[in-house]
């Protein structure tokens, strides 16, 4: 059975990448002419790429007969199904007999019908090709193996089970992409072309038929280093790409360098978002003409485009060269800093890739594959953030309603509910209103609170604590607890766990944990002190029966025991807020950092170092198991920030409350 066989799938195209159309060529390597890249074989650095790949400058053995690549390759590769066929190459899909996995197996003539092709050129185009195409990154698809005979060359490749952007286009509403969608398509491929530039390899034949969505919305750029093998088998002559996205100094066989695949990048993304493709047509002077002549300005055709948008994919298609940008890192930078967001462009991409693969294998009599979509964990979101865009909130509310129900249940039994079903049903009650808005549970607990001071406490007594308090309180709601959740999570929480401790110190590394993790440096360190010093209050009121008079509210405060533990984790809550700030800017800048380390470190250390500090007199006679005790509760907070940060993701926000 031949490995590429003449039946072509009513799919063509989908999920594998498309070969090349008859104005495919050349070259893989900066800097060079046009004209002559695909046969100078040398690298950006001066080396003969040839010698690199032990092919001796033009003295090469003879390939083997044609047909003995393909029979090699039947050995270990079944044919499934033909998903590309044209002038230059087809697409095969295949099953790998040793490994049980799909691949897509790209054949590639070694010479056009109408050309004649010395073995020298073929020769060092096959190795300049393949030393493209063996690029390794998470948005370039995956070469796996390249082997070649007198007639052909074949590309084993991974199958990417989705469809090309060509596709997608031409079968979505509109025939264009939503802002967050091209956000993720741009970003993806920047930092492909990004990281082969970094490697001395251009591209240049970027087009929507090169471009391979899956479906997880996960974007990859297909076919580097084809364009040099197609120049030199004689397809398209010496100009390459293909004609509507390569820039003029391509299409006139003049040096071509990183700019080229940025115009090109331009090119396509002005496509994706205006449906129209700006220098498409029929031949290369019409092309260079509609260049020339200049694009419509996105603008017109999308008022609400960003300028910063616009202004990068202007700059991008100039015709001169001079006049575009030199790096595509500053082209990505200009096009995506207002644009939108790409997390939100994936997950659009993966559900209508769904959808119109869904219909598509309805119409076919086949079941749907959505169900079956791989889940890939995106550590920004954490492995609840990943499945669901609301797990923040929902931690926040279980956080707070758990929290509130606990110190709800303490303060109705000290104000005196006596049945036990009410009490709990109560509670729960409570509970449950603050985790829908933590905001609520915050004021709950300290009205609570209020109401149980006031009613066992003599009332000359309590009222000078009852009004200071209200107004603090009332100051804190209206700043922070109405606005940040979870500033009202940190306040009930260190409430909570005051009651169930029997202390603040010990209760102080847990708040100060989560409200590191959840809010911005600042906030979460007056978080921190705002609810220690309630819980403060509250646990002296408990013990008391209710009552705090002035005196005894004055001794709970400003006392040393309090007062060091309070101040200290409150500094290390914005000390961790401010590590974990960095430690997401690393991440998304790819940078490896130390702080995460000294994240984890910080809580135990200064646990132990504020239980001496507390009793500065006796350090000597501060029990051993005192120290453990301090130890164990600082690691714990440095496990709570870890399971936060593996469960939620080390992406930073500042949840949003009313601001009505």
């Known amino acids: 059975m031949p490995l590429f066989s003449s039946h072509r799938s009513p799919r063509s195209g989908a999920g594998t990448p498309a070969s090349h159309g008859p104005t495919a060529v050349p070259g893989a390597k900066a800097g060079y002419p046009a004209s002559d890249h695909a046969g100078n074989g040398f690298t ?29 390759l039947l050995k270990r590769y079944r044919p499934l199904q033909t998903r590309a066929a044209g002038g230059f190459g087809s697409v095969e899909i295949c099953l790998d007999g040793r490994l049980q996995r799909r691949v897509a197996i790209k054949r ?82 920047v930092q492909a072309l990004s990281f082969a530039h970094e490697n001395g390899v251009l591209h240049l034949d970027i087009k929507p038929a090169n471009v391979l969505i899956d479906h997880s919305g996960h974007v990859k750029l297909a076919d580097f280093g084809m364009a040099t093998l197609a120049s030199a088998a004689g397809f398209g002559g010496a100009r390459g790409g293909t004609i509507g996205y390569i820039p003029p100094e391509q299409l006139n066989g003049e040096v071509v360098d990183e700019r080229s695949d940025i115009f090109a990048l331009a090119s396509v993304l002005y496509e994706s978002l205006c449906a129209a493709t700006p220098f498409r047509a029929g031949t290369p002077a019409d092309s260079l003409a509609n260049i020339e002549k200049g694009v419509i300005y996105p603008s017109n055709l999308l008022p609400d485009i960003p300028e910063s948008a616009e202004d990068a994919l ?37 559900r209508i890739i769904a959808r119109l693969t869904s219909d598509e294998e309805e119409e076919q009599g086949g079941e749907t594959q959505e169900a079956a ?62 985790a829908l808005a933590p905001q609520m549970g915050s004021a ?11 009613n066992n406490t003599p009332l000359l007594s309590v009222l000078p604590v009852a009004i200071l308090s209200f107004a603090l309180l009332c100051a804190w709601w209206l700043v922070w607890g ?79 025991e309090f007062l060091i533990p309070a101040a200290g984790f409150s500094a290390a809550a914005a000390g961790a807020g401010w590590m974990l700030e960095r430690i997401c800017q690393a991440r998304q800048d790819s940078r490896s950092t130390s702080l995460t380390t000294i994240l984890y470190l910080l809580l135990p250390v200064v646990s132990v170092a504020l239980r001496y500090l507390a009793q500065p007199m006796e350090i000597a006679s501060v029990p051993p198991l005192e120290v453990a005790e301090a130890v164990g509760l600082g690691c714990l907070s440095s496990i709570i920030v870890w399971i936060c940060v593996y469960l939620l993701g080390y992406k930073r926000e500042t949840p949003e409350g009313d601001r009505s």
Do not use: K
């Open 44 to 72: 950006p650095g001066g080396a003969p790429l040839s010698q690199r790949h032990g092919l001796g400058g033009v003295h090469v053995a003879p390939p083997p007969p044609a047909g003995s690549a393909a029979s090699a």
């Open 108 to 189: 590639m003539p070694l010479a056009s019908p109408y050309n004649r092709v010395s073995t020298e050129t073929t020769a060092t185009a096959l190795a300049e090709a393949r030393t493209a195409s063996m690029l390794q990154h998470p948005n370039i698809v995956q070469v796996i193996d390249f082997t070649y005979d007198s007639a052909y060359a074949y590309l084993v490749m991974e199958y990417v089970d989705g469809m090309s952007l060509e596709e997608f286009l031409a079968r979505v509403d509109g025939h264009s992409l939503t802002y967050d969608e091209a956000a993720c398509i741009a970003d993806a491929l």
């Open 314 to 350: 202007l700059c991008a298609l100039a015709p001169n060269a001079c006049d575009r940008m030199t790096d595509v890192g500053e082209f990505g930078d200009l096009f995506l800093a207002n644009l939108g967001n790409p997390r939100e462009g994936r997950r659009s991409l993966a």
């Open 373 to 434: 979509r791989a889940w890939e964990l995106d550590p920004a979101e954490g492995y609840l953030g990943s499945r669901t865009p609301r797990a923040r909130f929902y931690a926040l509310g279980a956080i707070s309603g758990a929290a509130v129900a606990v110190t709800s249940w303490t303060l109705l039994g000290d104000l005196g509910i006596a049945d036990p079903l009410v009490h709990a049903l109560t509670a729960m009650g409570i509970g449950a209103g603050a």
């Open 444 to 454: 709950l607990t300290a009205g609570g609170w209020l109401m149980l001071i006031l």
């Open 482 to 560: 109405r606005l940040q959740p979870a500033s009202s999570m940190a306040f009930t929480v260190a409430a909570a766990c005051t009651l169930a401790c029997g202390s603040t110190s010990l209760a102080a590394p847990v708040v100060a944990a989560l409200a590191a993790f959840f809010l911005a440096p600042a906030h979460a360190a007056t978080s921190t002190a705002c609810g220690l010093a309630f819980a403060r209050l509250l646990i002296a009121a408990h013990v008391a029966g209710g009552a705090l008079p002035l005196d005894m509210a004055a001794r709970a405060l400003f006392s040393l």
